[in-house]
């Protein structure tokens, strides 16, 4: 890889005279390799590939792809950078708070551990769109509540739980992509973190928004008891509705 012009040179090939441009806006540290991928997919066309200098820890940078591939192909291959490059991007937490406003609806899966129910879950938006209303096992003696919303820039969440705890968590940004939102403790009450056993940390993957497939949302959760981790519980519940 070289630098000329202020620009990072990714790969040339063939000639650049009266060959076709389009401009593609890319984002994340993974965004380079995400366009390297793209030229492979070139084939024996001609191509060149620029990218803005400092891309690696930038939260966004330009590319300019240059073809003499058709215009089919070259559109096919713009949308699969961005598509690449988009899904593995750094999470904002309005971001993720706007994806989790689309999860309202009812999920249900397996249970996430041994002697637990199955999963589910009921989404919706409450609070004139502030906050997004998780019911856990709705109806039954082990119903709990899970309530995002912004703080300040913030994406945090309070968690009722059976136990009788109230843990809060908030979104971890360097760790959260677009589709893995990663929720870190950030304090509580009715519990003391080295003591009692509480909700710690939850990861949500989003559904990938392909068309025609199943909407499906991981969560992985773990609780922590005299300070130290439980093993991981995770589900993988379907949208019913």
Not at 13 to 37: F, H, K, Q, S, Y
Request: contains cysteine.
């Amino acid at each position: 890889m070289e630098e000329k012009d202020g620009a990072f040179i990714l790969g040339r090939r063939g000639e650049e005279d009266g060959v076709i441009t389009v401009e593609v806006d890319a984002a994340g540290d993974e965004g380079a390799g995400r366009l390297l991928d793209a030229q492979a997919l070139c084939g024996d066309g001609d191509a060149a590939i620029v990218a803005d200098a400092g891309h690696s820890r930038l939260a966004a940078f330009h590319a300019s792809l240059h073809f003499r591939r058709p215009m089919k192909t070259l559109l096919a291959l713009a949308i699969a950078a961005i598509t690449a490059t988009s899904a593995n991007a750094a999470a904002t937490a309005a971001d993720a708070f706007a994806s989790l406003k689309k999860l309202a609806g009812e999920w249900r899966g397996p249970a996430m551990m041994k002697g637990m129910p199955p999963a589910h879950s009921v989404f919706r938006v409450t609070g004139g769109g502030s906050a997004v209303q998780e019911t856990i096992f709705g109806g039954t003696p082990m119903e709990m509540l899970s309530i995002y919303h912004m703080d300040k820039g913030n994406l945090v969440m309070t968690h009722y739980c059976m136990l009788g705890n109230q843990p809060r968590v908030k979104l971890n940004p360097r760790k959260s992509t677009a589709t893995e939102l990663v929720f870190d403790y950030a304090g509580g009450t009715n519990l003391n973190p080295r003591r009692d056993q509480h909700m710690h940390s939850l990861t949500l993957t989003l559904p990938s928004g392909a068309k025609g497939a199943a909407q499906k949302l991981s969560v992985t959760g773990v609780s922590w008891k005299d300070g130290k981790p439980n093993p991981s519980c995770a589900s993988t519940m379907t949208r019913v509705r």
